[in-house]
Nanobody, 117 residues
């Protein structure tokens, strides 16, 4: 069964850190472009960070604060979030898109991140 399972969300104070994890089962991350998206209440889902075998990219709003990484041996993608701000509050989703096969696209169920004092 193909599944993406996020974990690591929670409540953190401004300036704090969290590390999100996304574990894949039923397929290998190495054949996919993986990324983290987020959706705040009343807003559209937006791309936060993306990683492939050739490198990574970030939304301007998180550059220098967030780091995406992948451990193919564990079939897991991480998002290290530092210097968190209240505007980072959102549900964070993991996404995997097959590099060669069009239309093969998976989403996790999401994990809530709340930044508040």
């Amino acid at each position: 069964q193909v599944q993406l399972a996020e974990s690591g969300g929670g409540l953190v104070q401004p300036g704090g850190s969290l590390r999100l994890s996304c574990a894949a089962s039923g397929f290998a991350f190495s054949n996919y472009r993986t990324g983290w998206y987020r959706q705040a209440p009343g807003k559209e889902r937006e791309l936060v960070a993306r990683i492939t075998t050739t490198g990574s990219s970030y939304a301007d709003s998180v550059k220098g604060r967030f780091t995406i990484s992948a451990d193919n041996a564990k079939n897991t993608v991480y998002l290290q979030m530092n210097s968190l701000k209240p505007e980072d509050t959102a549900v964070y989703y993991c996404n995997a898109v097959h590099l060669l096969v069009i239309g093969v696209d998976y989403w996790g169920q999401g994990t809530q991140v709340t930044v508040s004092s």
